[in-house]
């Protein structure tokens, strides 16, 4: 699959023209940019990204590594 490439600060890069990054660079920054992302955050998608909030509420360190496992686990090219 191929993505647009994005900065250390989550900008699109452009040199002529929009720049392009596919296969295990891509997979890494789409995951990167979701773990990053608050649920409902996305207009497009409400469901993307994670509850960060309620995350922090519980304070518990397994949790928060189990709800980041399961999210990347949810993109079907991670295996």
Do not use: C, H
């Not at 993505?3 to 997979?27: G, R």
């Not at 955050?41 to 949790?63: M, R, V």
Request: glycine share 2%.
């Amino acid at each position: 699959m191929r993505t647009l490439k994005l900065d250390k600060n989550n900008n699109l890069t452009f040199s002529n023209d929009f720049q392009t990054i596919d296969s295990k660079e891509a997979i890494k920054q789409d995951i990167r940019t979701l773990l990053l992302m608050w649920v409902t955050e996305y207009p497009f998608n409400i469901n993307q990204g994670l509850n960060w909030y309620q995350l922090s509420q519980y304070n518990n360190k397994n949790d928060i590594i189990i709800a980041v496992k399961d999210r990347i686990l949810q993109d079907k090219r991670v295996l």
